[in-house]
């Protein structure tokens, strides 16, 4: 079992951050770090402070030396691929190859709503987000990229410099979709994220999800399967504990702890503590 952290960066500040992943950096068993892509605070006060996701990202690549980084996840909709693409290959080289691209279809309605940014039916966002990967794959990895589809169309378009990683930077694709989603994570993703909940409910999708692999002849260990996992209600570290050997049992290769606010470095020593003996 590998395991990373995750920080939201709602109802916290910046120095509260930045303290949490520079301590982080420099303990072994979090081999990542991850945020999230969201202009309102989410589950909570909408009115709250939230510092936006990439921006962010780029800082942290500048303030670690060691661990790999992505958002969980960026909703498509919110940013053009092709500017996606370019922000992409720009942070891999920042961050000297360090970088993860999480990338999903979209839920947020608020805010979505509130920047006058089209989310669509279910069956649009899930098309759009179907374009959208095949323009960043090819963004990413070719010279030149043509495309026409319903929401986007490239003419001989390029992204240069590309970042280290080649072909591209793994593509982590969170939700829990069965039909389109998890279809859409066997075609391009390296590593599929599932919400978080029930182990059952994990078997099952990620026994859809290997169905659509063999549907493509891919082989599903080519895709890391990774889940959010939350601390008890006070904080304490039994229950994560537990989930987690629950998924191991079931597959599971990367449990993203998710940090609550606020935000402060010395849960990082003994949660690493609690984790070892999982490792």
Request: hydrophobic share 40%; net charge negative; glycine share 10%.
């Amino acid at each position: 079992m590998r395991f990373a952290f995750k920080t939201s960066q709602q109802h916290t500040n910046w120095e509260d951050l930045l303290a949490v992943w520079r301590e982080a950096d420099d303990i072994e068993i979090f081999e990542s770090g991850w945020n999230f892509d969201h202009f309102y605070p989410i589950f909570s006060d909408p009115t709250g402070p939230c510092l936006e996701g990439w921006i962010t990202l780029t800082a942290l690549a500048q303030a670690t030396r060691r661990l790999r980084m992505g958002t969980l996840v960026t909703g498509i909709h919110y940013r053009h691929p092709a500017v996606l693409a370019n922000m992409a290959s720009t942070l891999d080289i920042i961050s000297g190859g360090r970088l993860e691209l999480g990338i999903g279809a979209g839920w947020n309605e608020q805010e979505s709503g509130a920047y006058g940014l089209e989310l669509g039916s279910a069956r649009d966002r899930s098309d759009r987000f179907e374009e959208a990967c095949e323009v960043l794959v090819g963004l990413m990895s070719k010279e030149t990229t043509t495309f026409e589809g319903k929401f986007y169309q490239l003419t001989e378009a390029r992204n240069e410099p590309k970042g280290p990683q080649r072909p591209h930077p793994p593509i982590c694709i969170g939700g829990n979709g069965e039909k389109r989603t998890l279809r859409t994570t066997a075609r391009f993703a390296q590593h599929w994220n599932y919400l978080g909940g029930p182990v059952e409910e994990f078997i099952r999708k990620r026994d859809v999800l290997h169905a659509h692999c063999a549907d493509i002849g891919r082989d599903p260990a080519q895709i890391t399967l990774s889940s959010h996992i939350r601390l008890g209600e006070n904080g304490e570290f039994g229950p994560a504990v537990e989930q987690i050997a629950a998924l191991a049992e079931a597959g599971l290769d990367l449990a993203i702890v998710y940090l609550p606010t606020p935000h402060t470095p010395s849960i990082l020593t003994p949660l690493a503590e609690a984790l070892a003996p999982l490792a």
